[in-house]
């Protein structure tokens, strides 16, 4: 009995939600050329001052409009997505965010290399690390290890290697 219950539960659940992101799918659109630039500045901008309140309202609007947009499709790496998520840690949203965003403008930014998932996850991160970075100097308490252990590799020349075995 509780294992038809558990499947007619995710059955809704899946009829829930295909139904609520059908629709929106039709409605999405195609992003512009302008917007794809804005999207680029906020991510840049981002960088070097994430905790700024303009910027993160212009980095929540991004994220909502590349998550809408149809025509930009990011691969994130599922591992590194859920390790960035911890919900221990106060940031995240802003780390997970630069991931996400960072991935968008490198596929913006180099349409040439579309397909190449690790060289968009490398150059996500290293937007991610900046954010950390830029964070640490406004509040110094905020270290975490996950972060602290990337920047390392990246130190050492190893966030490549890293990256590579993670995200297979």
Not at 6 to 31: D, E, F, H, R, Y
Not at 42 to 70: F, Q, V
Not at 143 to 162: F, R, T, Y
Request: positive net charge; glycine residues 2%.
């Amino acid at each position: 009995m509780h294992k038809k219950h558990s499947a007619w539960i995710l059955t809704l659940l899946l009829n829930l939600l295909s139904a609520a992101v059908v629709p929106k799918a039709s409605a999405q659109g195609t992003s512009t050329l302008e917007e794809r630039a804005r999207w680029v500045e906020i991510t840049h901008k981002l960088e070097s001052n994430p905790l700024d309140e303009s910027a993160n309202k212009d980095g929540e609007w991004a994220l909502n409009r590349l998550n809408d947009a149809h025509d930009i499709h990011v691969p994130l790496c599922s591992s590194l997505l859920v390790e960035l998520n911890d919900a221990k840690y106060k940031y995240r949203h802003e780390i997970v965010r630069q991931y996400m965003l960072a991935s968008g403008a490198f596929l913006i930014e180099n349409p040439t290399k579309a397909g190449d998932t690790h060289a968009m996850n490398v150059a996500a991160v290293e937007s991610v690390l900046k954010v950390y970075s830029a964070i640490l100097q406004q509040k110094s308490d905020a270290k975490w290890k996950p972060l602290d252990d990337l920047v390392k590799k990246q130190s050492q020349g190893k966030l490549d290697d890293a990256l590579r075995k993670q995200c297979k």
